[in-house]
T-cell receptor, first 114, second 114 residues
Framework: KAGVTQTPRYLIKTRGQQVTLSCSPI?????VSWYQQTPGQGLQFLFE???????NKGNFPGRFSGRQFSNSRSEMNVSTLELGDSALYLC?????????????FGSGTRLTVV | GENVEQHPSTLSVQEGDSAVIKCTYS??????FPWYKQELGKRPQLIID?????GEKKDQRIAVTLNKTAKHFSLHITETQPEDSAVYFC?????????????FGTGTRLQVFP
């Protein structure tokens, strides 16, 4: 059974550009959550999608957006990149409609903004 | 509130000793509390979780305790081994937008010295 796949693994972008990250959840999992991980800040919740609908969101500016497709794959987009957006972006998939089923994380996309 | 506080931020122990990591949460409606281990350069992995209807759960050398009245939960690792060295994150389910999301603590870097 394939795990959670995130692409690309590494990205270097320039300030002001935009970026799209992809996450393919475990087959059969319908929930995908996105987190930003930075040293000292831990994992900050971005948003969660379930059956193509954004069910929950964190306290990030509108430059951060996402979507989920009918096959449960999810993308997140960051527009007008800032230096502070440099981080490891992790997605996690879950089989159930609630968080109590446990998350399986992908390996993440490391974004560097220069 | 959406706070999960985690202490200590770093913890060094001798091999064979016990390690305890503590977390507090603010939402009295939280009902799911997982713990994740993240080794250097790897994805976070679920190691144990507990639900609000249980006060303690054990799995070999690790255990988690929950005090709902005080809104805190702890991870206990006994007979620590060098391979236990990693960053550990606690998390709590938080009700938001009529559904749940997982909010993580800021992590504890555990170092086990041989």
């Amino acid at each position: 059974k394939a795990g959670v796949t995130q692409t690309p693994r590494y990205l270097i972008k320039t300030r002001g550009q935009q970026v799209t990250l992809s996450c393919s959840p475990i087959s059969g999992h319908r929930s995908v959550s996105w987190y930003q991980q930075t040293p000292g800040q831990g994992l900050q919740f971005l948003f969660e999608y379930f059956s193509e609908t954004q069910r929950n969101k964190g306290n990030f500016p509108g430059r951060f957006s996402g979507r989920q497709f009918s096959n449960s794959r999810s993308e997140m987009n960051v527009s007008t990149l800032e230096l502070g957006d440099s981080a490891l972006y992790l997605c996690a998939s879950s089989p159930g409609a609630t968080v109590g089923y446990g998350y399986t994380f992908g390996s993440g996309t490391r974004l560097t903004v220069v | 509130g959406e706070n999960v506080e985690q202490h200590p931020s770093t913890l060094s122990v001798q091999e064979g000793d016990s390690a305890v990591i503590k977390c507090t949460y603010s939402d009295s409606a939280s009902n799911y509390f997982p713990w994740y281990k993240q080794e250097l350069g790897k994805r976070p992995q679920l190691i144990i979780d507990i639900r609000s209807n249980v006060g303690e759960k054990k799995d070999q050398r690790i255990a988690v305790t929950l005090n709902k009245t005080a809104k805190h939960f702890s991870l206990h690792i006994t007979e620590t081994q060098p391979e236990d060295s990693a960053v550990y994150f606690c998390a709590a389910s938080i009700k938001s937008y009529n559904t749940d999301k997982l909010i993580f603590g800021t992590g504890t870097r555990l170092q086990v010295f041989p």
